[in-house]
């Protein structure tokens, strides 16, 4: 008998191979199979590209030289030991399933390279219950495990507070380093208790429908809850839960917003809005809040009330333009421009027409302040009228008096003039010498008492000419008047005679 001639049942054999091959050619998981005396004896394209290689010798052909062509890991990181193999455990008579390992490259295994797989190992028997062969069935779960591997990352690096818990019995699984600083708990203290030991919807208005979402894995819609925190009491938070997918276990992602520091935010925001507004109440001076832009008044106190004689049903909700208060536009539209500028206006000179018509004199000043995140104008007014018209009268009265200021003490009229016109002190002062010899010429019959027509025939000059010569003596000395003029000059030692000083005056005959 010739030996090297096939018998029956090896042709049998050999066709129920290539049937078998032929069958799983095409599937989507990787299929290797093993003879226990010849080896790997075969694997669809699929088992080859996810072992990165092209021919089925790349494999290794044998146990051993698929140990020395590749190294496995299971998921922990652990190396398997020989048996552990998958081919060795199918020749060793061990079929088995769900085997999750990496595979790399044994003699380069940090070059990039990497598969992780679900491998299951099954034995085909013949006729007689004989394994005559072995089957690899090989899925690739690399994707799948790179997607898990950036999401354990974002979530354990998320600032954010999260928590995972399981739906099939409702346990916590994950927790990120945000929910731990945000509760003061330890990760092992969380890891494994129920959503009834650690409530996470505690206070919140629609619990019932949140926890119904919760067991039925559907999302949970942003809500405000209470949540216990390690040191006791609790944080006031706003909670969302997502259902994902966790490996294989349906899970939900509760995330939380920590509201505790802004709802100290927000008390002590309340609390200042509210002592603003009591001040703002009970201020003697009118004052108004209006929208920066436009001026369109918000709120008047009861001292604006009084003054102008509008309610404040009447003022609030009109804008600048539309608020009869003004009588001059452009003095209105001068304050808009500071505002626009620079946010603020300091002691503008203002009239201002009351309800019943009467003007007002008034100082006005006004800062920017943000109410409800929103910039508005604080403005303040000051009613000068009496004051000014104290001043007026003053001023007056000083005018018919210094009419005639020869039998006046220079120390009085420096007095007068003081309080007629105070000095400027950001104005640099300007003495006689600063006028030319025809201007402290026409200066000295000024203050002799002499008319302009009278010094007109005196120099033989033109009327424009002595008017502009006084005009130019007045903005130098920074006066607005003839009597000005000449206490200017008195105050300076000057009487219009060359060389005479002004000397002590005589008491007035009775």
């Not at 050619?25 to 590209?49: K, Q, S, T, Y």
């Not at 591997?149 to 507070?161: D, G, I, L, V």
């Not at 420096?414 to 200066?443: C, F, H, M, N, Y």
């Amino acid at each position: 008998m010739d030996t090297d001639v096939p018998n029956e049942a090896a042709l049998r054999q050999r066709v129920d191979r290539r049937q078998l091959q032929q069958i799983i050619a095409g599937l989507a998981e990787g299929i290797v199979l093993i003879d226990p005396v010849d080896g790997i004896v075969w694997a669809n394209e699929r088992a080859l590209a996810l072992h990165d290689v092209a021919e089925l010798g790349g494999l290794g052909t044998t146990a051993a030289g698929y140990r020395k062509t590749y190294l496995l890991k299971y998921r922990n990181n652990h190396i398997l030991t020989d048996s552990q193999y998958p081919v060795d455990r199918l020749l060793a008579g061990e079929p088995f399933e769900n085997l999750v390992v990496e595979i790399t490259h044994a003699e380069s295994p940090d070059d990039g390279w990497r598969r992780i797989c679900r491998i299951g190992g099954r034995s085909l028997s013949n006729t007689k219950g004989e394994a005559e062969s072995h089957v690899l069935v090989i899925e690739d779960l690399t994707d799948r495990f790179t997607a898990e591997e950036r999401f354990e990352r974002t979530f354990n690096a998320n600032p954010a507070p999260a928590i995972i818990c399981r739906l099939s019995d409702l346990r916590y699984v994950k927790v990120n380093q945000g929910f731990l600083e945000m509760t003061g708990y330890a990760r092992e203290e969380l890891i494994g208790l129920s959503v009834y030991e650690l409530d996470v919807l505690e206070g919140a208005p629609n619990k019932e429908t949140a926890v119904a979402c919760l067991r039925e894995g559907r999302t949970i819609s942003q809500t405000e809850a209470t949540i216990r925190v390690a040191e006791g009491g609790s944080h006031f938070v706003i909670v969302a839960g997502q259902p994902i997918e966790l490996g294989d276990e349906g899970c939900m992602l509760f995330t939380f917003m920590d509201m505790a520091e802004r709802k100290m935010a927000e008390d002590a925001l309340r609390q200042s809005e509210e002592r603003f507004a009591s001040a703002f109440r009970m201020t003697p001076l009118p004052t108004a809040l209006s929208t920066r832009e436009n001026l369109r008044l918000l709120d008047v106190n009861a001292a604006f009330v009084a003054l102008l004689g509008y309610s404040e049903e009447e003022a609030v909700g009109r804008s600048g333009p539309e608020l009869p208060i003004w009588t001059s536009a452009v003095v209105r539209r001068q304050i808009e421009r500071k505002i626009a500028e620079s946010g603020s206006f300091r002691s503008i000179e203002v009239q201002l027409r009351t309800k019943a018509g009467d003007i007002l004199d008034c100082l006005m000043s006004g800062e920017t302040v943000t109410i409800h995140g929103q910039d508005c104008l604080l403005t303040v007014i000051q009613d000068i009228t009496e004051r000014r018209r104290s001043e007026v009268e003053l001023i007056a009265a000083i005018e018919a008096v210094m009419q005639d200021t020869s039998w006046f003490s220079r120390t009085v009229i420096e007095k007068l003039a003081e309080l007629r016109r105070p000095r400027r002190s950001d104005k640099p002062r300007v003495g006689l010498a600063d006028l030319t010899a025809r201007e402290q010429e026409i200066l000295g019959f000024m203050c002799e008492g002499l008319a302009d027509a009278d010094i007109v025939k005196k120099l033989g000059l033109t009327r424009n000419t002595v008017r502009n010569h006084i005009a130019r003596i007045y903005s130098k000395a920074d006066v607005h008047s003839r009597t000005a003029a000449v206490v200017w000059a008195r105050e300076r030692g000057f009487t219009g005679t060359p060389g005479k000083k002004a000397s002590p005056p005589t008491r007035p005959r009775r």
